[in-house]
């Protein structure tokens, strides 16, 4: 009995400690902005995105970040926060980014593409004639995979 509440307890603050540092790394990628007039945010972030040409046109100045979306999905009014948008109207294409902090990467990635494909059908309701594209952006390796 005492190992099991062992367990549950190393569980929860394994989960704590992963839920802080999702929270903290969010905080710190929607100020970073890597464009060529003007680069801000975290230094070592700024080198691995410029580093990257398929991560470097998400950080412009204007892209948006932790951007809210509404709108009825499954007959519920539903609310969404983006992480990182960038629209291009002269293409009518729309590019997001979501943050996984997650090292292993097949734990939740069911439940991130559903995240995904609701986000790209709450974009396409409000664009409906846009492509859209949707990416996970994994922070502790940088890789960028396109799940839209």
Known sequence: MTQNLKEFLTGAKNKEIATDNGTRMHAIM?????DTDCERGDKDIIQIIKS???LKPFFIASAQTEVPIAGKLYGHIVSRRIDRLLINHDIKSIDFIDYKTDTDKNTFIEQYKHQLKEYAELLHSAYPDYKINGYILWLHDW???KII
């Open 30 to 34: 929607q100020h970073i902005i890597v």
């Open 52 to 54: 990257r040409p398929d």
């Open 143 to 145: 890789v960028l995979d």
